[in-house]
């Protein structure tokens, strides 16, 4: 599996260096971890994969939940995504996440 994750952005958005941080050595393979020491690198490494893995699955991280939608609403369906839309504009994304496939879902 082939992942890009985005980490060490905390809710003010500022960029952690990572030099408090060490990859596990036993990190799961194609998982790689990205910081301000090579947040340039990483993305050029994954440019390659898209070229045959061009299908690609995001995950996005948030911090919590900050406020709830008050508003009369028609369904529970409309409140929730109501609801999630205000919290994620009131918030900083922490994580990013990407898988990539291709057509037949392998991955790299």
Known sequence: MASWNAAGMNAASSID???SVHEAPNEA????????FNLHEEPRNTGCIIKRYNYVAMDTE???????????????????????????????VIQIGFTFMDEAAKKP
């Open 62 to 92: 948030f911090p919590g939940v900050t406020s709830n939608f008050l508003t009369d609403c028609a369904s529970r369906g409309e409140y929730d995504y109501h609801n999630l839309r205000c919290n994620v504009n009131m918030m900083k």
């Open 17 to 19: 260096d990572g030099s």
């Open 29 to 36: 393979p194609g998982i790689r971890n990205v910081w301000a």
